[in-house]
Every structure is written in C-alpha cells, then in structure tokens.
C-alpha cells in the first residue's frame, strides 16, 4: 500500500517483482494521484492538479507494466471501496519542508478539505483498505513505517490505514525499513536480478524522476541510488539489537576471548570425562555448539578460535597420563575420536565463512515458486 505513485517502485519495486516471478499474487494499492507533486521536465510544467494526477495514473500504468503487475487499485474507486460507499477518491495532501523536515502545507486548499488523505477520516480510510484485505485475502500488507518513510503526511497515513486495518483483519503487517538496515529480525531482498526492470518502471514516471544510471534525481533536485537491497520489517516486533563485535572496546573484546577460552575448557574437560558415553555423541554436540553459538552470537571468529584453543588444549591435557597411571582418553576407537574429532570441529567452526549468520524473520510469502501470497 503506497501513498502516491512512483513510492511502490521507489521503495519495493524490485520485491514486487521477484514475488511476480515466482509466482505470487500482487495487489498494490495506491492511496492518490499525487496531485501535487512538482513536475521535472519542462514541456510537462502545464500539467497541475487533476491534470497531473491523470497524468501520473498513467505513469503508474506503464511502470505496472514494466514490472509485471496486473492487480492495481486506486484507493476509494471500485475494487477497493468499503461496499456500501460511492466510487470516491483520496487527493493528495502535499507537503512542504519545514525545519523538523516534511510537513503538511501551511495553507491547505479549502476547496479539497475532506477529500485529501489527511483531512478525511481516518475511519473511512481504513474500511476501504480493509475492503481490498477482504476480497484479495492476502498473506502479507506492506507499507511505510510510523514516520511514513521520511515524513510526507500522506506516507503517515497509509501506515496508520495499513496497521489498522492489518490489525483489525489479522493479517501480518510489514513496515519498509527507509534506511535499508539490516536488523538481524529485518527481512532483506536483494533485488539485483529484477534490477533492469525496476529501472524500467522508474523511467515511466517522468514527470517526478529522472533515472541516472544507477542514481534516481528527484523533481527537487535531491539524489538517492536505485535500490538493490529492500528491506521489510514485522511491525509490532521488537527490534532485536545485534552484538556486533566492531562494536566491543579493547576491554570487552579481551573479556570475550578469555571467556571463550575459559568455556572451551570447561566443554573441553566435561566433554573428556563424558565422552566413552552415546559413543561421543553428547560430547561433540557440546563442543559444535558451543563454537556455531559464538559465531553466531558475536559474528566473529576470534572468539570462537579462543573456544577451540580451550576445547583442543583441554582434550590434549586430559589425555595425558596422570601422576597414578590412570588416562581419561583410552586407546579404543571411542578415544580416537574424541581425540580427534574436536580439532575438526574447531577448525570447520572458526573457519567457515561470515555467512554464518542467524536467520531474518520472513514474511509470510515466498519467493521460490509456486509459493502463492499477496501484499
């Protein structure tokens, strides 16, 4: 759900895309006309008001095209209206930068008060969103976050509409995250391979954008690169914060590598006492745990080589004879294995790749194909 046209390839024409590709059911719905946009090329200055969101509808039509999507609605006209209202339509609110960024223009047109997003009732909107929740029963709605992306009042309100009634029709809401982060909960999309196509419905929409290689030049002049990682975020999930180890002083970094010693020790002496039971089994699930936790965790190796040091130096230490004669590690092939088979795990978890990385939540869509969902 996007607030005026150009938002939904802007922001997550690439995912729109790929979910078309593998085979998903997309509605985008889109709350105005836009207006009162501003207008880039100069033999199009003439177009204003209802002229340019005629204008921009078309627009709209041709990057649709582009990326492969048929099921397109305009907010209030048949097909995404509450049942028992006329066909009506939602204007733009316009905005203007003030000091604390995007706001609503300080002298509204009188002769729209009511029709613009903003100034209707919040209400009305929402059961026309959840009009189109009913009929196209989606697995997913999309829209902006609370500060509706970078403030615009009509982004606001699409969030305040989509969460609503998300909310009101138990269906899960994600949020696009503006500033691409990637927040271990975030759901990340690369979309370098719908990237020409996302290229393609950007350079429909004239008479806001210019497409500039790689860089999208907006009507006011300001430039922002072409995405090719969108992110999504479950709303009402908290943001898990994640422990990156960049982050760590000196001190918390050697904390972190003496307590990685000291619990390899400790999995490296339970593990040798314990080890002649499930044929080594319990024990070696102890030790791969602990170093896939760590890297996992902390997201680096460093401390997951000082766990390693502590399991292999212990193992060694407990193999040894002891002042009595007795050894804990005997010759038996169960001994073989425990005095072996921890150094590979130690070398195969500090050694694999930073891809190693705990899963991001996703939404409750699909994109391999045949995996059918909406947003």
Known sequence: MHAHPDDETIATGGTIALLLDAGAAVTLLTCT???????????????????????????????????G????????????RAGATEPHRFRDSGM??????????????????????TSARLEAVVQDVMAVIAAVR????????????????????????????????????????????????????????????????????RTQLTVDGDTIVHSGGQSEPI????????????????????????????????LGLLAGAVVGAVGTANHHIAASTVSLLLV????????????TRIVAFCAGVGIVAMVGILSLE?????????????????AYVPIAIAVVGVAWP????????TMETSLEPGKAGAS
């Open 322 to 338: 002891g002042s009595g004669g007795s050894v804990l590690v005997q010759a038996t092939p169960l001994g073989a294995v425990w």
């Open 227 to 258: 995405r090719t990682v969108e992110v999504f975020r479950r709303f009402g999930q908290p943001e898990a914060q994640e422990l990156e180890w960049d982050d760590l002083g000196i001190l918390m970094k050697t904390v972190a590598c003496v």
């Open 288 to 299: 791969a745990a602990l170093l896939v936790g760590l890297r996992l965790w902390l997201g």
């Open 96 to 117: 203007q930068w003030g000091p604390a960024g995007a706001e609503p223009p300080s002298a509204p047109d009188p002769a729209h008060d009511g029709e613009t997003l």
């Open 138 to 205: 989606p697995t997913a709605v999309v829209s902006y976050d609370e500060r509706g992306g970078y403030g615009h009042p009509d982004h606001i309100r699409a969030h305040e509409a989509a969460a609503t009634a998300s909310l009101l029709m138990s269906v899960p809401f994600y949020t696009i995250v503006p500033d691409g982060g990637r927040a271990p909960d975030n759901l990340v999309v690369d979309v370098t391979a719908a990237l020409p196509r996302k290229k393609s419905a950007l350079e429909a929409y």
């Open 33 to 67: 006309r836009g207006e009162l946009g501003e207008v880039v090329p100069p033999e199009l200055q003439h177009l204003a008001g209802d002229a340019l969101g005629r204008y921009r509808e078309s627009e709209l039509a041709a990057a649709m095209h582009a990326l």
């Open 69 to 80: 999507l048929a099921d397109l609605r305009m907010l209030g006209a048949d097909g995404a």
């Open 354 to 361: 930073r891809t190693l990385r705990r899963a991001r939540a």
